[in-house]
């Protein structure tokens, strides 16, 4: 029903700064919530930042002053700008939305996830 597209994954030295970008696609009719998640080599997935339709942010600590999630925008996207880039960030980041979605009868809210872009951080 919904497709997540994110783009802008690579390699960067420590320091140096990324720009993810995820774009939702399908039978959307509004989406309440989009946020990045990240899994580090050998660890679970954590929560890097989510921005919902309201307009709130939440980041891990681990990025608070380095990440910026932006506003969804008429494309339903949103992108994810990395700063000063560590080792530690090193990770798959995936995109994810809550969207509420037009089925066959009704509308119905789902979280859609897409399949990631990896980020890697050299020392």
């Known amino acids: 029903q919904v497709r997540l597209v994110e783009s802008g994954g690579g390699l960067v030295q420590a320091g140096g700064s990324l720009r993810l970008s995820c774009a939702a696609s399908g039978r959307i009719l509004s989406i309440n919530v989009m946020g990045w998640y990240r899994q580090p080599p050998g660890k679970q997935r954590e929560l890097v930042a989510t921005?919902?339709?309201?307009?709130?942010?939440n980041y891990a600590d681990s990025v608070k002053g380095r990440f910026t999630i932006s506003g969804i925008n008429a494309e339903n996207t949103t992108y994810l700008q990395m700063n000063n880039l560590r080792p530690e960030d090193t990770a798959v980041y995936t995109c994810s939305s809550d969207a509420v979605v037009q089925g066959p009868t009704y509308p119905y809210e789902m979280t859609y996830w897409g399949e990631g872009t990896q980020v890697t951080v050299s020392s």
């Open positions: 921005f919902t339709s309201g307009g709130n942010t």
